[in-house]
T-cell receptor, first 113, second 116 residues
Framework: AQSVTQLGSHVSVSEGALVLLRCNYS??????LFWYVQYPNQGLQLLLK??????LVKGINGFEAEFKKSETSFHLTKPSAHMSDAAEYFC???????????FGKGTTLSVSS | DAGVTQSPTHLIKTRGQQVTLRCSPKSGHDTVSWYQQALGQGPQFIFQ???????QRGNFPDRFSGHQFPNYSSELNVNALWLGDSALYLCASSLGSTGGPGKTQYFGPGTRLLVL
């Protein structure tokens, strides 16, 4: 069965600093991995996804993630944080059938000026 | 291009009651999935509907049921509500016939249910 673990329930950075949100996965088959963002009182918006085409995936709003099989990781990064990046971030893995996403518990990103 | 829409936005019920939540998928999508997001948690998969049938179900009791209509919209019904059903219920749509496990699910804004 697939699963993801997000390390750190809360990450705080200063505006302009590097953002690093950690996600490790467990999967017996090649995984399909996703990062979603959730702003307060809103649904989830897709940031990026990994589908085995390239290990470095670029997403929206300047975010990117690198798939590392040896470390079973798919960490999300952004070189320079902006106040508008403050939100909840979820890492997810698709089940093998492609019918369900299995989410981590989420990481709250706070950005201070 | 209309995204995924859900109604109502908020709902308050009492224990033992029944509730129906509604979802319209993104234009061109034929598959609807439902998730429950408890406070401070990630979304949990309830079930997925495709071609008006339940294609897969997560670890939820039979009190949770659904329906998909010919126009691809969907309903989630929860019977015998209890306090633990209080959550944000998210609907997601996708294109069922293509993409396999890498297909993207597009989420609606959710319905926040409070059970008193």
């Amino acid at each position: 069965a697939q699963s993801v673990t997000q390390l750190g329930s809360h990450v705080s950075v200063s505006e302009g600093a590097l953002v690093l949100l950690r996600c490790n996965y467990s999967s017996s088959v090649p995984p399909y991995l996703f990062w979603y963002v959730q702003y307060p009182n809103q649904g989830l918006q897709l940031l990026l996804k990994y589908t085995s085409a390239a290990t470095l995936v670029k997403g929206i709003n300047g975010f990117e993630a690198e798939f590392k099989k040896s470390e079973t990781s798919f960490h999300l990064t952004k070189p320079s944080a902006h106040m508008s990046d403050a939100a909840e971030y979820f890492c997810a893995v698709s089940n093998q059938a492609g019918t369900a996403l299995i989410f981590g518990k989420g990481t709250t990103l706070s950005v201070s000026s | 291009d209309a995204g995924v829409t859900q109604s109502p936005t908020h709902l308050i019920k009492t224990r033992g009651q029944q509730v129906t939540l509604r979802c319209s998928p993104k234009s061109g999508h034929d598959t609807v999935s439902w998730y429950q997001q408890a406070l401070g948690q990630g979304p949990q998969f309830i079930f997925q509907y495709y071609e008006e049938e339940e294609r897969q179900r997560g670890n939820f009791p039979d009190r949770f049921s659904g329906h998909q209509f010919p126009n691809y919209s969907s309903e989630l019904n929860v019977n015998a509500l209890w306090l633990g059903d209080s959550a944000l219920y998210l609907c997601a749509s996708s294109l069922g016939s293509t993409g396999g496990p890498g297909k993207t699910q597009y989420f609606g804004p959710g319905t926040r249910l409070l059970v008193l």
